[in-house]
């Protein structure tokens, strides 16, 4: 038996210990936000946050998860209300929109421990996640607009909602 | 278009109030009496207006990322004259009414201008005669904003949704006498509006074909022979279905005929032969697929290898080339006269994948002889079609919901992963999802063919071109060129040099090849673009001078077939100015390049600067981009979005190929067929040349030109000109 937070919520899972987490929070949990892109490690599709650090759920088994706390685009606002995602909106990022939650995730670890990031510092954080679209500059932008956010609302750059059940 | 032009209007009140307006398909009984009856027809794009002034319209175009979605209904609203705050877009499912639903070929724009525009101003007018017949006032008092219609002098006026029941009684307009707008009265056309999905994917919802649940689903993964045409003799079936939530295993064979050269589309076999694994989860299938084991009858093609390849092709560059595809003038004549300078030199470059983020995959269920799909393709008919023939049920039987997919680039085109999902939900009598892994994708796309061109050319002493020859190797058999593995006569600069020849022979070739983003365009443009150069700095000449000057000895505009020079010139001299060319000074190991391609009706014109180090690191700095796509950039945001991703999308081609061994595609993932990541990313300045012509696409067009301005300038920094792709066989990668 597994146990895992995910998004605030407690799970057990007593599946196949290997099933990467990819699968477990998208077919067993019916978190679908999470994407699965190369199964390899190389893409970022995946990347969910496992105890704040960015990770790539498609490599990272049940077992290696059990008691960590995990959070997913889900997690990140279920209404949109994530300065990083506002800030996704108002810039139009997407094309496709299918590494979005990747790259969303990725950058919300980034801002979580610098809040005012460089370009170098987008760059280096987000480098492993790719577009296939080519939105990067948008990506950036959006970092950048995001950070701006947060400051003028203390506390909103976190990625686990303190206290709140989770999805 | 034609669907268009066998289309009328029609109206009709609603129940519960409001009115809807549509383009309907022509029937003649309908024809003649707009508000007849038959209450079952419906149109092919419609605008309803709710009582509360909410707008819906129809989007019937499958979205596969191109951001189309907003387009049509943002043309259809500005000519109604409301605000897009009330404009709801609703996504269509595969349905005959609406006419062809096709995603490709940047054709969204130009065959929806005028039609689009007609139907939301035929309804704008439908709501005045309302009005003025509810105010007794001549209709030349009344005017219209944001969903209202206004009459000025008395200070009345009343909204759309309390117009709209009685404007269903009012006299439907013929499509080609509704008054459109002058185009300074554009409110929306022209503003940016926002992607209507982009919620849903910032907050993670389910929206994607790979999200589709159905109760009772199996999932499957199926394994195809690693080479094309191959097909399994035995598996070790009775060990795989014994694994731990394993449901079903199975060979499947096809109506592929191995070995036989097949011309996609039409030909599409659809399914290929394999083996299924149908488990109650993907993981179950996909890790009882580490333990299938497999015995293949490999076919005709299990030898086939990217080194033999190339060896053949260049034993038949020496020798004369099997056909002709353009001659004009006499070439020979010019290059053994003597009095001229002769440029003689081979570009080669490879296959390489679509590789759209958002493998291939398809949920699908089969019930009773009727199939119900839900799946991303960006040919939704061709699917319907493929699947009916595969299943042997009508097409009437199938049931296809467009679901949004991660990318198309042109891999969508081609639904052979509906075929799988609905052969295996037939065979296993249960709704099943099909997903690919990234190495199925890999090993079973339908690549951008690779090819050989053999390039001399004259230039006389001014330093004029005067002569130019191609012979290009290619895949095919006789004088049928593999699907999208052709070369078109009237590539440039066929019709602007005096003495031309363009010739062709063709390899046999045991692989899938098929259309991806500006199909050809996308590595031709690199190929002539960059030799266009090489002559520029052969005649010591400025290569946007050289350009201007060979663009100057065009036939004149208007000739069919033939990119409009002036056009060209338009974006060229516009590019020239925006990147500061030739009148910057550059640091060291820095330098410019240059280029200009015509796909898809578009005109576009690029500059990269680079600075290459001496371990030949290429540092992207800056790219500008100028377009010409006619008079309107409808929606400038997502314009320059589309752009910018072609551009990242070009300089990803630079760095990837697929190639064969025994047969099979070498590369299985996204290390070994690279994308260009954020840091590798330059920044991308996007300009429009508004010029008098109407609307055409973008998503296309925009990708060509960087190809060869990224060469053309590592070729002014270094002296290197790049004649192989990926440029690492060169020794050359993005820092
Ligand atoms: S799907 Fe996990 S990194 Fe690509
Ligand atoms: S938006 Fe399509 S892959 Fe990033």
Redesign the interface.
Known sequence: MINLTINGKHHQFDG?P???VL?LLR??L???????????G??G?CTVLVNGEPTRACVTSASDAANASIT???G?????SHP??VA??EL??????????GQ?MSASALLAKNPDPSDED???A???????????????AAIHKAAQLGKSKPGSLATVPAGKDGY | MQIHRRSFLRASALAGGGFLIGLYPKSSALAQNPRAGDASLLPSDFVRIAPDGIVTITARNPE????SRNMLPMMIADELDVDWKDVRIMQADLDDKYGIQFTGGSTATPNNWDPMRQIGGAARQMLVAAASQTWSVPESECTTASGRVIHKVSGRSLCYGELSSKAATMPVPALKSVKLKDPKDYRIIGT?T??V???D??????I?S??V?VPGML?AVYQKCPVYGGKPISANLDAIKAL?GVRHAFMVQSLLVPGKFINFLNDDPGLEPGVAIVAE????AK?AREKLEVKWDVGNWGKQDSEDIARRADEISKRPAARTLRKDGDVDAVFQSGDVKVVETAYVFPFIAH?????QNCTAHYRDGKLEVWSSTQTPQNGRQIVSRVLGIPEGNITLHLV??????GRRLYNDYICEAAWISKTVGAPVKV?W???DDFAHDYYRAGGFQHLKAALDKNGKLVAWRDHFIGYGEGETFTHTGHLDPNEFPSRFVPNFLMQASVMPLGLKTGALRAPRSNVYAWVFQSFIDELAHAASKDPVQFRLELLSAGPPAGTQGVMNAERMMGVLKLVAEKSGWGKRSLPKCTAMGVAFYFSHRGYFAEVAEVTVWPDKKIKVNKVWVAGDIGSQVINP??AE??T??????GM?ELLQEITLKNGGVVQA???EHP?????Q?P??EVHYLRSNNPPTGLGEPALPPILPALCNAVFAGTGERIRTLPITKQGFSFA
């Open positions: 196949d290997d099933m990467p699968w077919d067993e019916n978190l679908k936000g999470t994407k699965f892109g190369c199964g390899a190389l893409c599709a997913t685009i889900e990140l606002s279920r209404d949109g990083l995602q996704w909106e139009d990022v997407p094309q496709c929109g299918y590494c979005q939650a969303l987008i760059d280096t987000m480098d492993g996640n790719l577009c296939r679209c080519g939105t990067y500059i948008r990506i950036r | 596969t990322g191109q951001l940016t926002r992607g999905d982009t919620k994917i910032v907050t993670g919802t389910p994607f790979i999200d649940t999932y731990k989860s993907w993981w179950a890790s590789a759209p983020l958002e493998p949004r997919g991660g990318g198309g680039f997903l892994t990234r190495e945001g997502a979005n589309l910018q991703g072609a551009v990242v999308d990803s993932n996204y290390d994308l260009l990541s954020m840091s990313t920044s991308i």
